[in-house]
């Protein structure tokens, strides 16, 4: 599709991050945004999520940055960006943040089942923005275990293109040819002396990309504003071959075979049993699962749930307002414990505001499966019973859990 251009003079520059799900994008996305406020970079941001929960947009939320000013941040969710739709959305969106911030840089992060060529062909065509990157990130570790090392990747590319059979594959080989810069992710997991053989493997996909290696997010914001225009010349012809090939996919919001499914539960998980589960259930083919949810032995926190490559990590969002009202040694004053209560009077459950809220991204075939499994295991109305008199329940979870932060 063809959208409208903008039509004012000056070219903000636009660094888009790409790549599969669970590569590490909304960790460089967080650590790009907190590096602007230090530095006092106007930057403007767009995130999207195929799911209809807004998980990385609420993330991004409660920076610190886009909590000052939330007009700064625009979150696509429901589609995909590379559809038809999410192409609308996104032009939309530049619109809105370009006339009413005026960012220095714009910084996109995709779903991880985007295709870059549709957002390719959209920045030719505009010139109020300037693609200056099209990053794509993959996560070493998953090439490490699902593809020997990177090695399998082009054999298996080179058997869907033998059978004309399009899956996931396509797209991670196709991220890697349109990206003008490769980043290697999670490297610090990987044995060093295998590390030369990711890089060597995946280079002779795209030659032409720059490769680096970066863990936990630590990319210098400065070095976005010295890279060149997005050399378009370069992938005219791989445009010129896949084109007729996306159009005919016609795969829509929900693309390369991939379901999306969401858990809403006002339940806490029983900690073993979640934990058993993940360890037992998880199949490589759930690709990613996110959200925020809570466990019957830790009843204050709101916690993240971050699974890509088959691992899980728990982050502390922070303390739900029922457990601060609950907690006797709180700290806040009777007006301040009166105005929690009248927040949570609007809009609470039977358990406060506590809630879980999960997106299972994966191959159709297990999405189903998985979400049986997990669904085994909020309390049952016994259980609850139990927790409500205080019962302590088994919890194998690390107790050190991370904090995110802004």
């Known amino acids: 599709m063809k959208a409208t251009s903008f039509n004012q003079s000056h070219s903000v520059p636009v660094?888009?991050?790409n790549g599969f799900l669970g590569s590490g994008k909304t960790t460089l996305f967080r650590s790009l945004l907190s590096q602007s406020k230090k530095k006092d970079i106007a930057v403007c941001a767009i995130v999207n999520d195929m799911s209809e929960l807004d998980i990385d947009g609420e993330i991004l939320g409660?920076?610190?940055?886009?909590?000052?000013?939330?007009?700064?941040?625009?979150?696509?969710?429901?589609?995909?960006?590379?559809?038809?739709?999410?192409?609308?959305?996104?032009?939309?969106?530049?619109?809105?943040?370009?006339?009413?911030?005026?960012?220095?840089?714009?910084?996109?992060?995709?779903?991880?089942?985007?295709?870059?060529?549709?957002?390719?062909?959209?920045?030719?065509?505009?010139n109020r923005v300037k693609l200056i990157g099209m990053f794509a990130l993959v996560d070493s570790l998953m090439l490490a275990h699902d593809y020997n090392y990177g090695e399998k990747l082009i054999i298996e590319m080179q058997k869907n293109i033998a059978?004309?059979?399009?899956?996931?594959?396509?797209?991670?080989?196709?991220?890697?040819?349109?990206?003008?810069?490769?980043f290697l992710t999670k490297t610090d997991r990987i044995e060093e002396n295998r590390l030369s053989d990711i890089a060597t493997h995946i280079q002779a996909i795209n030659p032409f990309a720059s490769s680096h290696a970066v863990t936990f997010g630590k990319l210098k914001i400065e070095s976005l504003f010295e890279l060149d225009e997005y050399d378009y010349f370069k992938v005219a012809q791989l445009i010129k071959e896949l084109n007729p090939i996306l159009k005919s996919e016609k795969h829509g919001d929900r693309p390369y075979d991939l379901a999306t499914k969401v858990i809403k539960d006002e339940r806490p998980f029983h900690p073993k049993r979640l934990w058993e589960v993940c360890h037992k259930h998880l199949d490589k083919r759930i690709y990613r699962s996110k959200g925020f949810f809570w466990l019957a032995s830790r009843s204050k926190h709101s916690l993240l749930w971050n699974q890509a490559a088959g691992g899980i990590s728990l982050e502390l969002i922070g303390s739900w307002r029922t457990g601060i009202v609950e907690d006797e040694d709180n700290g806040l004053s009777e007006l301040e414990i009166t105005k929690l209560k009248e927040l949570l009077a609007k809009n609470s459950g039977p358990f406060g505001d506590r809630h879980c809220d999960l997106t299972i991204i994966g191959d159709k075939s297990q999405v189903d499966k998985f979400i049986e499994k997990l669904e085994s295991c909020f309390l049952n109305n016994e259980e609850i019973e139990l927790w409500k008199k205080g019962y302590e329940f088994e919890d194998p979870w690390p107790k050190n859990i991370t904090r995110i932060l802004n």
């Open 15 to 17: 660094v888009v991050l």
């Open 62 to 126: 409660n920076t610190d940055l886009v909590e000052e000013n939330r007009k700064i941040l625009e979150s696509i969710h429901s589609c995909v960006l590379s559809s038809d739709n999410g192409i609308i959305k996104l032009d939309k969106a530049l619109k809105k943040l370009i006339s009413s911030q005026r960012p220095e840089l714009l910084i996109i992060e995709t779903s991880g089942s985007c295709h870059p060529m549709p957002l390719v062909n959209y920045f030719k065509n505009q």
């Open 163 to 182: 059978t004309r059979k399009r899956d996931t594959v396509n797209l991670l080989v196709e991220q890697i040819m349109f990206c003008s810069h490769l």
